[in-house]
T-cell receptor, first 117, second 108 residues
Framework: GAVVSQHPSWVICKSGTSVKIECRSL??????MFWYRQFPKQSLMLMAT?????????EQGVEKDKFLINHASLTLSTLTVTSAHPEDSSFYIC?????????????FGPGTRLTVL | DAKTTQPNSMESNEEEPVHLPCNHS???????IHWYRQLPSQGPEYVIH???SNVNNRMASLAIAEDRKSSTLILHRATLRDAAVYYC?????????FGQGTRLTINP
């Protein structure tokens, strides 16, 4: 099956710093990637939809200036958490859809655990 | 996005079949029914999806009611590795929106 990777798998940073998380589709091209956030014991919450070469579409309540998304190529999307604060600590998960999805499957990365001190 | 309703938790024994229900009474004609599962500290894993007919793959079976207002994910012979949160999701538009899912516990 298609593989999506994320880097780093975990990160600890100080309050006020920015953190970049990479999401890569390893063996397929993805015109659309998605970013989710998950707090402990809760479900995944969709943050934004990212289309290659265009601006991301953010879900209601998600600050686009705080969570910067760049989808510069068909295999790479990045999420930058700017001026991170402890309340941004969470599990961030990306997913990617095949450019020509033969089965409409959406493949998820393993997640990145962010801890802001 | 159409809403799904799942039990918060279920429990089963190893090597027994498991039937995970999902209600989606507001499903529209073009919504696909997707199932994903998430193991602790991992990203969700695709399990199966269908539109109208029952579907089988190596992981599970999906039984869809004739009126499409409910569906059941069937794990034919549960193992300890099947312990996870299972999400039933309707997708018509582009995005997958997750509900609370069912936390499945497998007893040895």
């Amino acid at each position: 099956g298609a593989v999506v990777s994320q880097h780093p798998s975990w990160v600890i940073c100080k309050s006020g710093t920015s953190v970049k998380i990479e999401c890569r589709s390893l063996d397929f091209q993805a015109t659309t990637m998605f970013w989710y956030r998950q707090f402990p014991k809760q479900s995944l919450m969709l943050m934004a939809t990212s289309n290659e070469g265009s601006k991301a579409t953010y879900e209601q309540g998600v600050e686009k200036d705080k969570f910067l998304i760049n989808h510069a190529s068909l295999t790479l999307s990045t999420l930058t958490v700017t001026s991170a604060h402890p309340e941004d600590s969470s599990f961030y998960i990306c997913s990617a859809r095949l450019a020509r999805g033969f089965s409409n499957e959406q493949f998820f990365g393993p997640g990145t655990r962010l801890t802001v001190l | 996005d159409a809403k799904t309703t799942q039990p918060n938790s279920m429990e089963s024994n190893e090597e027994e079949p498991v039937h995970l229900p999902c209600n989606h009474s507001t499903i529209s004609g073009t919504d696909y029914i997707h199932w994903y599962r998430q193991l602790p500290s991992q990203g969700p894993e695709y399990v199966i999806h269908g539109l109208t007919s029952n579907v089988n793959n190596r992981m599970a079976s999906l039984a869809i009611a004739e009126d499409r207002k409910s569906s059941t994910l069937i794990l034919h012979r549960a193992t300890l590795r099947d312990a996870a949160v299972y999400y039933c999701i309707l997708r018509g538009a582009q995005k997958l929106v997750f509900g609370q899912g069912t936390r499945l516990t497998i007893n040895p």
